[in-house]
Every structure is written in C-alpha cells, then in structure tokens.
C-alpha cells in the first residue's frame, strides 16, 4: 500500500511506538490491534533484543493487522527486516544516515522516517529523503536514557524549518499532551502512554481525543 504525503501528515496525529515490556500474558499483536481499534494513526514496531526470525514473524503479523486498519506500519531500525515483512516504510536514527542511503536501498514509495532533535539534524533528515520527522525528547523520555528534552522552543524552530511533517517524542503523556500546543506538530508518538497502561486501548482513545484537539483544534 502506497501512501501519499497527505496521507502521511494526517497519519502522524496518533503514532504508536510497540514495547513488549509490559504485555505480560498477552502478545504484542493482540495488543496493537486493541491499540489500532481505538485510534492509533499510524503503527512502529520497535525490538532492540528479539533475533531475526522472531522479528520478522511478528512484523510480518503487525504489517497485516496494519494493512486491515489502513494504518501505515514501519519497522524500527532495521531495513532488512522492513523490506522482508513488506512494511510500509522503516524509521531511522541519525547515525543510520551516516555514509548510508537509505531512500535507496528502501526504494521510491516506501515511508522514511529520521528522529532529529535540532534545526541542522531535521534538514538533514528532510535533505535524505525523509517523509517524516520524530522529534524529541519533548519530555525527557524513560525509553532512551540519554534523550535531552527539546524546549518549546527548538520544537517549534524545527517545525518551521522543515517542509515535511514533524511528530513530537519523549515522555509524552495524557497528563502533558496538550502542553505541546502552538508548537507546530502534526502529532504525537507514545510508547509507555499505552503500551505500560493496564487497558491500552482506553489508552489510546483517550490519547486520541487529546491529539486531535492539539491539531486541529
């Protein structure tokens, strides 16, 4: 599935970020569909310790249920397991644009997604061939130890910077959302504001509602 720029923007209003960590009996997929069912725009998986094969079964089994809710899905990191699933993009960090094309190894009409936390890494990003921007830490953030927080400022500046959508990262939560008013953000990326909840899906209603009035009023 091919998305268009629009598409994207509109997408980044709700973007949920998966953590297994807290799913105790229950599977991840179980979960994001619970997730996806409640308004979640747009779907990452993300495993920093799951080896290959492991990987790609359950991104392969997300990639359906994302496809079933016409919710763009991206792979965390790894291009390989991305490309294998049949994701509809991959997310990347800015040592990963080192020295490294990734709009070509990924190909035209897949989704690129750069995390940048400053005006010079955001252009950066854009000038690779990102379709989006994950900006932050807006909060400071439990998820990456050494993630500064962004002011409202800077998130502000990189907003007006860029061209292409921005989704702000970091600490984000039901309690603080709102507070990200006027700064520009297509919308907001969580991990632990759902996925550490004991009813996920109540979750990202709630989160739901919250991102659609900083967007759109």
Same mark, same amino acid.
């Given at each position: 599935m091919k998305f268009t720029k629009d598409e994207i923007r509109s997408a980044m209003l709700l973007y949920a970020v998966t953590d297994r960590a807290w799913l105790g009996a229950r599977t991840l997929p179980e979960v994001a569909e619970e997730v996806l069912q409640n308004g979640a725009t747009f779907l990452q998986v993300r495993e920093k310790g799951l080896e290959h094969a492991a990987f790609l079964a359950e991104a392969e089994e997300l990639k359906v249920l994302s496809a079933r809710y016409h &919710? !763009?899905? /991206? &792979?965390?990191?790894? /291009?390989? &397991?991305?490309?294998?699933? =049949?994701?509809?993009? &991959?997310? /990347?960090?800015?040592? $990963? +644009?080192? =020295?490294? $094309? +990734?709009?070509?190894? +990924?190909? !035209?009409d897949k989704i690129l997604g750069i995390s940048a936390n400053t005006i010079e890494t955001a252009l950066a990003a854009q000038a690779a061939g990102a379709d989006y921007i994950g900006v932050g830490a807006v909060f400071g953030t439990s998820t990456k130890k050494d993630a500064k927080s962004l002011t409202m400022e800077g998130l502000r500046a990189i907003c007006d910077a860029v061209d292409i959508p921005v989704v702000a990262i970091g600490g984000i939560s039901a309690e603080n959302l709102l507070q990200l008013k006027g700064s520009g953000v297509d919308g907001v990326a969580v991990v632990s504001a759902i996925f550490a909840q004991s009813d996920p899906g109540a979750a990202a209603k709630r989160l739901r509602a919250l991102a659609e009035e900083l967007v759109h009023g």
């Open positions: &919710v !763009p899905f /991206v &792979v965390n990191d790894s /291009v390989e &397991v991305a490309l294998e699933c =049949g994701a509809d993009g &991959v997310h /990347v960090g800015q040592s $990963d +644009i080192q =020295g490294r $094309d +990734i709009r070509a190894l +990924i190909g !035209p």
